[in-house]
């Protein structure tokens, strides 16, 4: 009877190629043959260290030090308030710096606080800079660092572009972000192959969309904008220079994100006509079925995903029905509001191919009215809660 170890080594590589860092490793024990096939670079081309959990910490540097110069994509996980997982971080990108790798792909995230008055936020920088001024990242076409806990800045972003000049992906949507629009129209000049930009709105402005123009760019396809109030405003794109992008740009496409801290102004000044919005998240912490209303009005030809959070009233419910009646591309549905419990079924009559979600509880919206009071002074009680 045929077993396992009968299996081709192609065979095996392909459903290993499935499984997750310990499957892997628990794979190579199961027989001299499987641990043969799992050892195979082919399988170690992409690299994820999740350095959350000091236990796996032997595991990453062993498989690491066995098949670094094979590694093309790299994602690394840490957890901000332990030292030793951020110890750990730089080891790596020092360790990928000094090796034959050539890395397509690098994504760096965080969990927890906020390090910038750590004593180790500047040796996670220095060695952040190492990786990226090595050998091993000249061929870098993704870079992301949207869930940091600690800002890019200007120098670093400049760098990247000067440097890697077939970038094709960058997210620098990080929570505290010091990228200017300089920085920004750097980097759309170095890279011509950029097909998706994902930035903070402070770090836009009329000199990068020009740039765009200029330029003959045509590669970017996703623009994606996080807003979170403030100095932002002051950047304001005019709905004239957004038709000259689109024009310029047939296929691009849009993605606007609002946190809580985006006033009526903010997004009333944002939300020009002429942009070409395929996704939208609202959060706000105001009666929102006039924003949801001009929303129909501009964007019901391109809308494809919304997002909204915010109180509920029978006109908020009111305006997301007629949005979803009219909004004839719309793909995804998604309600963190109280609304009534038959909602849910009238979208579905509207639209029965559309993937709606209501997440809903009473306590949400008593939450909701605990903290609108005093919207920046009740911001650490939104975290708690949850909504941020």
């Known amino acids: ?36 096939c799992s050892s195979s670079p082919v399988l170690w081309k992409q690299f994820s260290f999740d350095l959350t959990r000091p236990e796996r910490l032997e595991a990453h540097t062993k498989m690491l030090q066995k098949h670094i110069d094979h590694i093309t994509a790299v ?3 840490i957890v901000t308030e332990l030292d030793a997982n951020m110890e750990n971080a730089c080891t790596v990108m020092v360790e990928l710096a000094k090796s034959r790798c050539q890395l397509e792909s690098f994504s760096l995230r965080c969990s927890g606080a906020n390090i910038v008055w750590s004593p180790l936020f500047s040796k996670i920088l220095l060695s952040l800079n190492s990786l990226l001024s090595s050998e091993s990242t000249s061929k870098l076409k993704h870079f992301s660092c949207s869930e940091l806990k600690f800002p890019i800045g200007d120098s670093m972003l400049s760098k990247l572009a000067r440097d890697h000049n077939d970038l094709e992906t960058v997210d620098i949507q990080t929570p505290s972000t010091s990228v200017t629009p300089q920085s920004v129209k750097i980097l759309v000049q170095s890279c011509p192959k950029l097909r998706k930009l994902c930035a903070s709105f402070t770090s836009m402005s009329d000199e990068v969309f020009e740039s765009l123009i200029k330029a003959n760019y045509r590669a970017l396809r996703l623009l994606s904008l996080t807003f979170g109030g403030g100095r932002g405003i002051r950047r304001r794109l005019s709905s004239e220079l957004w038709k000259r992008v689109v024009n310029h740009i047939p296929a691009l496409r849009v993605n606007l994100h609002f946190n809580f801290l985006s006033t009526r102004s903010d997004i009333s000044s944002i939300l020009q006509a002429g942009i070409p919005l395929a996704e939208l998240t609202l959060n706000v912490l105001f009666e929102a079925h006039e924003e949801i209303a001009h929303i129909e009005a501009e964007y019901s030809e391109t809308l494809k995903k919304f997002t909204v959070t915010a109180p509920s009233s029978a006109q908020l419910e009111n305006a997301l029905l007629s949005l979803v009646q009219n909004a004839t591309h719309l793909e995804n549905l998604t309600c963190f509001c109280n609304l009534n419990p038959s909602f849910r079924n009238k979208v579905l009559q ?26 920046t002074a009740n911001l650490e009680k939104l975290k708690d809660l949850g909504y941020m």
């Open 1 to 36: 009877m045929p077993d396992w170890n009968s299996l081709p080594k192609h065979v095996l590589l392909q459903t290993f190629s499935f499984l997750n860092f310990e499957d892997r490793m628990a794979i190579m024990l199961v027989c001299k043959y499987w641990y043969f």
């Open 75 to 77: 994602n690394i996980h």
């Open 350 to 375: 509207e639209k029965p191919g559309l993937e709606c979600f209501v997440c809903v509880t009473e306590e949400f919206d008593q939450n909701f009215m605990q903290v609108m009071t005093g919207r």
